[in-house]
């Protein structure tokens, strides 16, 4: 567990929450274990749940690894067989990743469990073989607490992706992180050791583990945060990685988890799809966190986070995120993948049980119940971070550039590396729409930066109402699971929706390659999921279904499917029209309307 002391050691002594003092600081905070011992609850679970059913379903083996118990190994799906059948961190912590690195691809996959390291195992090292589309490369995926990153940082992941030609590439991701494309496995242990090397970690960013934490993409120059999210989202980092030593103790989850620190009115963060999301609120006079629990999306089914009717101080974020994380490993279902997010396991215990068994874990065994309100601003209208805005620190703005659907080549992150220097303070953030904000840029600097070839050319700062709203997941250009190509499909047919219509404000369309809903189109205001269907020849072609009506901020709201199975080839005169009728768009004078 991390101590105050932790911190408190981070933020200004004089600082818990947002003040009109600056606070730039951004290193990494350290997540500092210690040895607590749980006391048993206060609140005995319900009759309706058995003693048998809270019995824990893993337990410790030697060298820090959990497992499933033996009685528990029936029915279980393909991903935890193999987690059974070889230990994954083991490529990390005990080094196998350099022997398994020096074999050729075409020989490990001649073996199944060695097919199995490279096509699952890897994962927790963040390496993501794309077997279908890109047969012996990978997506590596990386963990940015907050979406910070550094010039050094980004010129180090671009120099990766350059040698690897038009293989390679990055993206922002819809978790505030970078993804580089094209890896090759021998590549991967120098690759690990230049990572370390300017403080970045891949570790634990796939399968069953906690996703990269989220939080204010504004946080220390926002004039208008609640609280700094980097000190909270930076110890939930160090702690779910053991400062990326690797924490073998949340390494063997049932699903994917998502973590989020909530810093301002606007909700940039998306409290009502991740798993737990802190919530800035008081108590008593003291600032702390209500929170919410089980938000998720998946396949067949998606549902906004709920109250778990608890508060935490500030200072106790990391053990409340132990105390959840031990509770869904411990008690969460193994079998049908569809059914193991940790909604599912709220489902069956009710939020009463569920709370109970997050607060015997607890280090005193106690968890306070929720302040009556948070400190979130309800009527508040979601702001636009792209473009030029002052930030609280007089004299510097921040500028926030549109990167088209979160896609980005070497030269790219070398030329947005040397304008972090030149212009900002060598600072870069992401955010979950996959754009890029520049901050701490000098207010007589703002006009040379914005006519920087890069902001004029590729990445600009005042984008058109529909292409700044624009999300794209990977697509089947390099993901094997994605039915459809996205990226450059979302790109084409929101230039030719622009053609036809004008609209009064942002829109914001999502596209996602599979109903896994990488890019999350249940929150767009149109969103856009893969599928295949016939088109009127009867043929086979690429298509959508179509969503309509998501909302986020305050008034968040996940949305579902407006319309089935359209062909890709017949959706910019439907979305022309949806516009139309539901967000005030004007149809353009075309010249043959007018011959």
Not at 490 to 496: H, S
Request: charged share 25%; with cysteine; proline share 6%.
């Amino acid at each position: 567990m991390a101590s105050s002391a932790s911190l408190q050691s981070f933020l200004p002594p004089s600082a818990q929450y947002a003040t009109s003092s600056s606070r730039r600081r951004t290193g990494r905070a350290r997540f500092v274990p210690c040895s607590a011992v749980s006391a048993p609850s206060s609140s005995a679970p319900a009759e309706a749940v058995s003693a048998d059913r809270l019995e824990p379903r893993v337990e410790q083996r030697e060298g820090g690894y959990w497992v499933l118990k033996e009685k528990y190994r029936t029915s279980l799906n393909p991903q935890e067989k193999v987690k059974l059948g070889k230990e994954p961190m083991k490529f990390f912590t005990e080094g196998a990743i350099k022997d398994l690195a020096k074999i050729p691809i075409e020989e490990l996959d001649a073996d199944k469990l060695t097919k199995e390291d490279v096509d699952v195992r890897l994962k927790w090292l963040g390496l993501f073989h794309r077997r279908k589309q890109q047969y012996g490369r990978f997506m590596m995926r990386l963990k940015l607490p907050n979406g910070v990153t550094t010039s050094e940082q980004t010129r180090y992941l671009a120099s990766v992706i350059e040698k690897y030609g038009k293989e390679g590439c990055a993206d922002v991701t819809t978790r505030q992180n970078w993804q580089i494309r094209g890896v090759t496995l021998p590549d991967v242990p120098e690759i690990l050791d230049g990572l370390r090397s300017v403080g970045l970690t891949s570790l634990q960013s796939g399968m069953d583990n906690v996703r990269n934490p989220v939080g204010n993409p504004l946080a220390g120059i926002d004039p208008d945060e609640i609280v700094d999210t980097r000190p909270y989202t930076n110890l939930l980092s160090s702690y779910i990685t053991n400062n990326s030593e690797g924490n073998l103790a949340i390494t063997n989850l049932p699903r994917k988890w998502n973590v989020c620190v909530i810093g301002t009115h606007d909700l940039f963060e998306h409290p009502h799809i991740n798993d737990l999301a802190y919530m800035p609120a008081e108590k008593d006079g003291k600032f702390g966190f209500n929170l919410l629990v089980g938000g998720f999306i998946s396949p067949k089914r998606w549902g906004e986070a709920l109250p778990l009717d608890a508060w935490v101080p500030g200072d106790d974020i990391i053990p409340v995120c132990k105390a959840v994380l031990e509770a869904y490993r411990d008690l969460g279902t193994r079998g049908n993948r569809q059914k193991t997010r940790m909604m599912w396991l709220i489902d069956e215990l009710g939020m009463e049980v569920f709370r109970s068994e997050i607060e015997k874990r607890m280090p005193n065994g106690v968890l306070e119940r929720a302040a009556a309100e948070d400190l979130i601003d309800k009527k508040w209208e979601r702001r636009d971070y792209l473009g030029v805005h002052p930030q609280k620190q007089e004299g510097l703005s921040f500028v926030g550039l549109h990167v088209p659907v979160g896609r980005l080549q070497a030269a790219d992150m070398f030329e947005l590396a040397r304008l972090a220097d030149e212009y900002g303070s060598g600072e870069l953030r992401l955010t979950v729409e996959q754009n890029i904000v520049l901050p701490n840029v000098k207010n007589e600097r703002i006009d040379a930066l914005l006519a920087e070839p890069l902001l004029q050319e590729r990445f600009s700062a005042h984008p058109s109402l529909l292409m700044k709203g624009l999300v794209a997941c990977t697509g089947n250009q390099f993901c094997g699971q994605a039915i459809i190509e996205t990226k450059a499909r979302a790109l084409q047919v929101t230039r030719d929706v622009e053609a036809r219509v004008s609209v009064p404000k942002t829109v914001r369309m999502h596209w996602t390659g599979c109903p896994n809903s990488c890019a999350q189109v249940q929150v767009a205001d149109i969103g856009f999921m893969g599928c295949l269907t016939k088109n009127s020849s009867g043929k086979i072609v690429e298509a959508a279904d179509i969503f309509v009506g998501g909302r986020v901020g305050s008034d968040s709201h996940l949305t579902g499917v407006h319309r089935k199975a359209v062909p890709c080839e017949d959706i910019v005169p439907i979305v022309a029209d949806l516009l139309v009728e539901r967000f005030g768009a004007v149809p353009r004078e075309r010249e043959e309307d007018e011959e």
